[in-house]
């Protein structure tokens, strides 16, 4: 279970209604077939191995007595097995009956759990006392549904069981076990196949697992059970946290995934809804720490959506985000333009589109945007006309300030050699630009609108009180694939066929800072030459400053997600220099300027991502040389 990963399934086997000794063959085979696929932890549906349409026949000595044999023939299949199983069953007590979920590991039924909520069906609810169950040989204790199976291997897996109707309470006992540290709850259900069964429990497992930081693992009764009232479909699925992993609705149902406990176990830090540490003395299970072979899918974009379809709307919201930001700023500063530095990138290109759109949403002309374009020693005659062109077709009023004259006077100033290319070469370029920037803001009652973006601040490629401050930043909160999504959505929208050309062409240039003197009029200097592809720097971000992911894990990911991209040696060599990057450049985050976060994270040094700026990366390049 290396890196928290462990491998859960439901199933919904095909069984015959109160023929329990078919049933337990059935639940025997699904056993042994999810053990061969490494999984940890298997779920059937509540009264597995009966079915949960027997009406009156639960109550029938035949039926109960049936069921009791099958459960000791199925939990002794299980000897020699490291997986957790729960399989549900009729259970009767002297007078009583009940639903329960039987916990079996390893040849033993672990505890019966009954369930809670009985409304007016044949089953009673639990009594107050404890009583025990004679299964086979062994006595068994009936135990309440408060209980957690704790993995010995992995202390971040503790496993929560809840039985049908349960789920429907208004405090069902998986919300209470959760906050006592349930990290996986497993869902045994009872309902029918109906139009929208399946939408609406795709719909619950998402949002009770998003609420509630966990997994959920749900089986529903299978094709096997009688047509007399309901039909049944046997939808098996797995959600965790908010995201649907694995489903499945057919004959013999089975959906199986890896949970990610650390992950969870991150989420729920700091938050006061959760037990600080979880009593796991009762019931623990698993003891063979082996690594879990991943079958989900690890996606190259983790700050997109995973479906072309929801991209389009998920674009038009980071929009709207960066133009309500911008607007309540103008209007708060009683400003009615924007200064934008436009440099032909994909960056500044969103900037000035943003700016655009903003000042007509305020009612106010496209020209009161203006767009200036300032050439000095490393920019490209390609860089400089697609930012004109998109500029002027916004209808912005474009300026061409010309730089170098005034950087040469100031290299005389400080006695700067003009062939020394070292980084004050670069970053006199790039603060000269601000200077001219924030001056023509003040002069025409406006706003410099800064165009550094997320993933920039995050590896501090930008130059200190350069292009790194501004008086606003709509792209602050933005990836640089979150910024290319969006130009590439406008650019695929636009009317404007001079206007698309344009940002296709923006899309297709390499990422430069255009610092450095250029040969031919090629772009040299190129940013991912120097700190890595972006789209791998944003993975990066996400899985160590989003989920909390240690280095090597974060490495194991990208491995699977760009095996057809990058070899091993580069993933681990750009994620070295971007764990550096991190520690070294937070002096560039601590003092950021205002902009709107579009999603959950940003380095803002007052809401956001907060570390010291002298705070050594050692441990994380330790932690990455020892385990990848």
């Given at each position: 279970m290396k890196d928290g990963f462990v491998k859960v399934a439901a199933a919904a086997p095909v069984i015959r209604v109160a023929d329990a000794e078919y049933n337990a063959g059935r639940v025997i085979e699904w056993i042994r077939a999810a053990h061969a696929q490494g999984v940890k932890v298997l779920a059937f549906p509540e009264l597995t191995l009966t079915g949960v349409s027997c009406y009156?026949?639960?109550?029938?000595?035949?039926?109960?007595?049936?069921?009791?044999?099958?459960?000791?023939?199925?939990?002794?299949?299980?000897?020699?097995?490291?997986?957790?199983?729960?399989?549900?069953?009729?259970?009767?007590?002297?007078?009583?009956?009940?639903?329960?979920?039987?916990?079996?590991?390893?040849?033993e039924v672990l505890a019966l759990i009954p369930r809670e909520r009985v409304d007016q069906s044949p089953f009673s609810a639990p009594a107050a006392d404890s009583r025990s169950v004679?299964?086979?040989?062994?006595?068994?204790?009936?135990?309440?549904?408060?209980?957690?199976?704790?993995?010995?291997?992995?202390?971040?897996?503790?496993?929560?069981?809840?039985?049908?109707?349960?789920?429907?309470?208004?405090?069902?006992?998986?919300?209470?076990?959760?906050?006592?540290?349930?990290?996986?709850?497993?869902?045994?259900?009872?309902?029918?196949?109906?139009?929208s069964s399946r939408e609406d429990a795709e719909l619950q497992a998402r949002c009770e697992s998003k609420r509630w930081k966990a997994a959920v693992l749900l089986a529903a009764p299978g094709k096997g059970e009688s047509s007399t009232d309901f039909v049944y479909s046997g939808l098996c699925l797995l959600a965790e946290n908010g995201k649907l992993l694995a489903a499945a609705e057919c004959e013999d149902s089975f959906a199986v995934s890896e949970v990610d406990a650390q992950y969870l176990t991150n989420l729920r830090r700091g938050c006061p809804d959760f037990e600080a540490e979880a009593d796991c003395s009762e019931y623990v299970w698993g003891e063979a720490a082996v690594e879990t072979v991943l079958t989900r899918k690890f996606f190259l974009h983790p700050h997109l959506p995973e479906t072309a379809a929801a991209l389009p709307a998920y674009c038009e919201r980071m929009l709207d985000i960066q133009v309500s930001g911008l607007v309540k700023r103008m209007e708060y500063a009683h400003l009615d333009h924007c200064v934008v530095g436009i440099s032909?990138?994909?960056?500044?290109?969103?900037?000035?589109?943003?700016?655009?759109?903003?000042?007509?949403?305020?009612?106010?002309?496209s020209t009161n945007v203006v767009a200036c374009t300032l050439p000095c020693f490393g920019t490209s005659s390609r860089t400089k006309s697609n930012a004109i062109v998109v500029a002027e077709q916004l209808g912005c009023e474009v300026r061409v300030i010309d730089i170098g004259k005034s950087v040469y006077q100031h290299f005389d100033d400080i006695g700067h050699a003009h062939d020394d290319y070292s980084v004050a070469y670069e970053n006199a370029q790039a603060r000269e630009r601000t200077q001219v920037l924030?001056?023509?803001?003040?002069?025409?009652?406006?706003?410099?609108?800064?165009?550094?973006?997320?993933?920039?601040?995050?590896?501090?490629?930008?130059?200190?009180?350069?292009?790194?401050?501004?008086?606003?930043?709509?792209?602050?909160?933005?990836?640089?694939?979150?910024?290319?999504?969006?130009?590439?959505?406008?650019?695929?929208?636009?009317?404007?066929?001079?206007?698309?050309?344009?940002?296709?062409?923006?899309?297709?240039?390499?990422?430069?800072?255009?610092?450095?003197?250029?040969?031919?009029?090629?772009?040299?200097?190129?940013?991912?030459e120097a700190v890595g592809s972006y789209s791998l720097q944003d993975f990066f971000t996400h899985g160590i400053l989003v989920c909390g992911f240690t280095p090597s894990k974060t490495l194991r990911l990208a491995k699977l997600a760009y095996a057809n991209e990058f070899t091993d040696e580069e993933l681990k060599r750009w994620l070295t220099s971007w764990c550096r990057r991190l520690f070294s450049q937070q002096f560039k985050r601590s003092c950021l300027m205002d902009g709107p976060a579009v999603q959950a994270f940003t380095v803002s040094p007052r809401v956001g991502f907060q570390m010291p700026s002298d705070g050594e990366a050692a441990l994380f390049l330790a932690e990455l040389e020892e385990n990848a």
């Amino acid at each position: 279970m290396k890196d928290g990963f462990v491998k859960v399934a439901a199933a919904a086997p095909v069984i015959r209604v109160a023929d329990a000794e078919y049933n337990a063959g059935r639940v025997i085979e699904w056993i042994r077939a999810a053990h061969a696929q490494g999984v940890k932890v298997l779920a059937f549906p509540e009264l597995t191995l009966t079915g949960v349409s027997c009406y009156d026949l639960y109550g029938h000595r035949v039926v109960l007595e049936g069921a009791k044999k099958a459960l000791a023939r199925v939990a002794k299949a299980t000897e020699g097995l490291d997986m957790l199983c729960f399989v549900g069953l009729p259970l009767s007590v002297g007078s009583r009956v009940y639903s329960a979920a039987a916990a079996l590991y390893d040849g033993e039924v672990l505890a019966l759990i009954p369930r809670e909520r009985v409304d007016q069906s044949p089953f009673s609810a639990p009594a107050a006392d404890s009583r025990s169950v004679r299964i086979g040989d062994a006595d068994v204790l009936l135990d309440s549904c408060g209980s957690l199976f704790c993995c010995e291997a992995l202390p971040e897996l503790k496993v929560a069981v809840e039985l049908g109707a349960d789920r429907d309470a208004v405090d069902p006992p998986a919300q209470r076990l959760v906050r006592a540290g349930a990290t996986l709850v497993v869902q045994m259900a009872a309902f029918p196949e109906t139009v929208s069964s399946r939408e609406d429990a795709e719909l619950q497992a998402r949002c009770e697992s998003k609420r509630w930081k966990a997994a959920v693992l749900l089986a529903a009764p299978g094709k096997g059970e009688s047509s007399t009232d309901f039909v049944y479909s046997g939808l098996c699925l797995l959600a965790e946290n908010g995201k649907l992993l694995a489903a499945a609705e057919c004959e013999d149902s089975f959906a199986v995934s890896e949970v990610d406990a650390q992950y969870l176990t991150n989420l729920r830090r700091g938050c006061p809804d959760f037990e600080a540490e979880a009593d796991c003395s009762e019931y623990v299970w698993g003891e063979a720490a082996v690594e879990t072979v991943l079958t989900r899918k690890f996606f190259l974009h983790p700050h997109l959506p995973e479906t072309a379809a929801a991209l389009p709307a998920y674009c038009e919201r980071m929009l709207d985000i960066q133009v309500s930001g911008l607007v309540k700023r103008m209007e708060y500063a009683h400003l009615d333009h924007c200064v934008v530095g436009i440099s032909g990138g994909v960056d500044s290109t969103l900037c000035v589109i943003v700016c655009a759109m903003a000042v007509r949403k305020m009612g106010l002309p496209s020209t009161n945007v203006v767009a200036c374009t300032l050439p000095c020693f490393g920019t490209s005659s390609r860089t400089k006309s697609n930012a004109i062109v998109v500029a002027e077709q916004l209808g912005c009023e474009v300026r061409v300030i010309d730089i170098g004259k005034s950087v040469y006077q100031h290299f005389d100033d400080i006695g700067h050699a003009h062939d020394d290319y070292s980084v004050a070469y670069e970053n006199a370029q790039a603060r000269e630009r601000t200077q001219v920037l924030m001056d023509i803001a003040n002069k025409v009652n406006g706003l410099d609108v800064g165009t550094e973006d997320l993933s920039e601040f995050i590896d501090g490629w930008c130059t200190y009180n350069g292009d790194h401050t501004s008086m606003y930043d709509v792209n602050l909160g933005l990836t640089k694939t979150q910024v290319r999504a969006n130009v590439r959505h406008i650019a695929e929208t636009t009317g404007d066929r001079i206007l698309k050309a344009a940002l296709f062409d923006v899309l297709d240039c390499p990422v430069t800072p255009e610092l450095l003197p250029i040969h031919d009029d090629q772009i040299e200097q190129k940013s991912e030459e120097a700190v890595g592809s972006y789209s791998l720097q944003d993975f990066f971000t996400h899985g160590i400053l989003v989920c909390g992911f240690t280095p090597s894990k974060t490495l194991r990911l990208a491995k699977l997600a760009y095996a057809n991209e990058f070899t091993d040696e580069e993933l681990k060599r750009w994620l070295t220099s971007w764990c550096r990057r991190l520690f070294s450049q937070q002096f560039k985050r601590s003092c950021l300027m205002d902009g709107p976060a579009v999603q959950a994270f940003t380095v803002s040094p007052r809401v956001g991502f907060q570390m010291p700026s002298d705070g050594e990366a050692a441990l994380f390049l330790a932690e990455l040389e020892e385990n990848a």
